[in-house]
């Protein structure tokens, strides 16, 4: 059991720091003074489930749904 709570605990930190990496790398949500005239409706804000904004967000999703379940399984009492 103790290989399996350090491979999960080495899984869990790189998940950790993937996580971090994303998040940072990602712009913020505000438009700013371009949704005043209108120039925020692009070809990029309809489009933004195909460019890479939108991809961080699907892989931002997978790696915190993964964050949660390995936090839930190292605090099972089979680790403790």
Known sequence: ???????????????????AAIILLQEGKSAGLGTISGAADTYWGHNKGRSMEGTLVKV???????????????NLKIFN
């Open 60 to 74: 931002t999703r997978v790696v915190a749904v993964l964050f949660i379940v390995l936090a839930v399984v190292l």
């Open 1 to 19: 059991m103790d290989i399996l709570k350090t491979v999960i605990t080495i899984i869990f930190v790189i998940d950790c720091i993937a996580l």
